[in-house]
C-alpha cells in the first residue's frame, strides 16, 4: 500500500475532534484557536490554524520516502514552517517553510537546502506537494505547486546520524494563519501510488439507506443507518452497537459528485470506541458485487477515535475504483472478536 492517509476535514468537529482523527495536536492559545473554515469548493470544509505554535500531526510507520500533498489558503505575509517530517526518535529529519515573501524553501535540520524562485501568493488556493526521500547522499527533497515543480535538492536529506527515515508527518500554523485542504499522504512502496498524485479532491459521503447487513443494535435513530449519516459525528447521542461475534452493518452511501479524473482510492473512516473492559476487535467492510471484503483487525478504546480502511484498488476487481463501482457498494463495519 501507498495511499496512507487522506483528510478532507468535513466529518468532524475542529477543534474538538481533532484527536479523533489526528495521533496529536498542539494548541498553544485559546485566543486564536484551530477552526474550520471554507475550503476550495463551496460545499466543502479546510483546516484552519491561526498560531505558528499550532500543529497537527499524523505518526505512521518508518518509511524513507513520503509524499505529502494538500491545498493550501495563506491568509497573510509571516514566515512559517508548512510540514515537517519527524523520525521516530522525534527529531526533525527536513521541512518546508514559506518566507513572508511567499518564497518556499526547503531545509534540512537547520541547513537551508533550497530556495524556490516564484511566490506564493496571499489570499488563493494553491495545491502544494512534497517529496522527500531520506539519504545521507543521494536523497530528493521537491516540492510542486499546482503540478509545476518549484524547487528541487538532491544530496543528503538525513539530519539524523543513524536513521535514514520518518515516521511522523506535521502541519504547521503561522503568526497571521493557514488553511489546508484535500490532504493526502502516501509512502514509495508499491506499484501503486507511490508518487505525486497531483491536484486531488477529497469527497465525503455518508450513509443514507440500509445495505444488506443490520446486526447490531441501535440508540437514537430508527434504523442502524440513520444513526451514523450524521454530518460530524455526535458520539453517544446516536450510535450502533453489539458484542457479538459475526455482527455487521452494512450501509448505502450518497452517490459521488461526478469525477471525470482518475480515483486513486477510497477511505472508509469509523467512529468506534468498546464501553467495557477486555479485547474488542472490529474489522471495515465494503460491500461489491454482492461479496463482502473486510479489512484489517481494530482495537478501539474506551475513548472514540476514528479508524481507517483504505482500499486503493476495488478488491472484487484488482483494479482502479470507477465511480459507478463506489456508488454501488456499501460500506460498514463487523465485530470479529
Request: proline share 2%.
Given at each position: 500500500m501507498a495511499l496512507r492517509f487522506i483528510d478532507g476535514f468535513e466529518h468532524y468537529t475542529i477543534p474538538a475532534d481533532l484527536s479523533q482523527k489526528w495521533t496529536s495536536y498542539n494548541q498553544a492559545t485559546t485566543s486564536t484557536p484551530f477552526g474550520s473554515t471554507t475550503g476550495r469548493r463551496a460545499d466543502s470544509n479546510a483546516l484552519r490554524i491561526r498560531n505558528d505554535q499550532d500543529w497537527v500531526s499524523i505518526t505512521l510507520d518508518n518509511q524513507?520516502?513520503?509524499?505529502?500533498?494538500?491545498?493550501?489558503?495563506?491568509?497573510?505575509?509571516?514566515?512559517?514552517?508548512?510540514?515537517?517530517?519527524?523520525?521516530?526518535?522525534?527529531?526533525?529529519?527536513?521541512?518546508?517553510?514559506?518566507?513572508?515573501?511567499?518564497?518556499?524553501?526547503?531545509?534540512?535540520?537547520?541547513?537551508?537546502?533550497?530556495?524556490?524562485?516564484?511566490?506564493?501568493?496571499?489570499?488563493?488556493?494553491?495545491?502544494?506537494?512534497?517529496?522527500?526521500?531520506?539519504?545521507?547522499?543521494?536523497?530528493?527533497?521537491?516540492?510542486?505547486?499546482?503540478?509545476?515543480?518549484?524547487?528541487?535538492?538532491?544530496?543528503?536529506?538525513?539530519?539524523?546520524?543513524?536513521?535514514?527515515?520518518?515516521?511522523?508527518?506535521?502541519?504547521?500554523?503561522?503568526?497571521?494563519?493557514?488553511?489546508?485542504?484535500?490532504?493526502?499522504?502516501?509512502?514509495?512502496?508499491?506499484?501503486?501510488?507511490?508518487?505525486?498524485?497531483?491536484?486531488?479532491?477529497?469527497?465525503?459521503?455518508?450513509?443514507?439507506?440500509?445495505?444488506?447487513?443490520?446486526?447490531?443494535?441501535?440508540?437514537?435513530?430508527?434504523?442502524?443507518?440513520e444513526n451514523v449519516d450524521d454530518t460530524l459525528t455526535d458520539a453517544d447521542s446516536s450510535y450502533n452497537f453489539s458484542n457479538t461475534v459475526g455482527h455487521k452493518d452494512c450501509f448505502d452511501c450518497a452517490n459521488l459528485p461526478s469525477i471525470t479524473g482518475t480515483i486513486f482510492g477510497l477511505q472508509v473512516s469509523l467512529a468506534a470506541r468498546k464501553d467495557d473492559a477486555g479485547s474488542r476487535i472490529l474489522r471495515v467492510l465494503t460491500r461489491v458485487a454482492s461479496t463482502d471484503y473486510e479489512g484489517g483487525d481494530l482495537a478501539p478504546g474506551t475513548d472514540y477515535r476514528f479508524f481507517r480502511q483504505i482500499w486503493e484498488q476495488n478488491p472484487n476487481t484488482a483494479a482502479a475504483w470507477t465511480e459507478t463501482q463506489i456508488n454501488a457498494a456499501e460500506f460498514g463495519y463487523k465485530v470479529q472478536a
Open positions: 524513507s520516502t513520503w509524499i505529502v500533498g494538500f491545498a493550501m489558503y495563506l491568509f497573510g505575509n509571516e514566515t512559517g514552517d508548512v510540514v515537517r517530517f519527524f523520525d521516530n526518535e522525534n527529531a526533525t529529519q527536513c521541512y518546508v517553510s514559506v518566507t513572508s515573501g511567499g518564497i518556499i524553501q526547503l531545509y534540512r535540520g537547520t541547513t537551508l537546502l533550497a530556495s524556490s524562485s516564484n511566490a506564493i501568493p496571499n489570499g488563493s488556493w494553491n495545491f502544494i506537494e512534497t517529496r522527500l526521500s531520506i539519504a545521507n547522499s543521494g536523497g530528493v527533497f521537491e516540492v510542486r505547486v499546482n503540478e509545476q515543480v518549484w524547487l528541487s535538492f538532491t544530496g543528503d536529506t538525513q539530519q539524523s546520524t543513524t536513521l535514514s527515515t520518518a515516521n511522523r508527518i506535521l502541519l504547521y500554523g503561522r503568526d497571521v494563519h493557514v488553511a489546508y485542504d484535500d490532504l493526502y499522504i502516501c509512502d514509495g512502496t508499491g506499484s501503486t501510488n507511490n508518487t505525486y498524485l497531483g491536484d486531488v479532491r477529497i469527497d465525503t459521503v455518508r450513509p443514507n439507506a440500509p445495505g444488506a447487513s443490520a446486526n447490531f443494535s441501535r440508540q437514537g435513530g430508527a434504523a442502524n443507518w
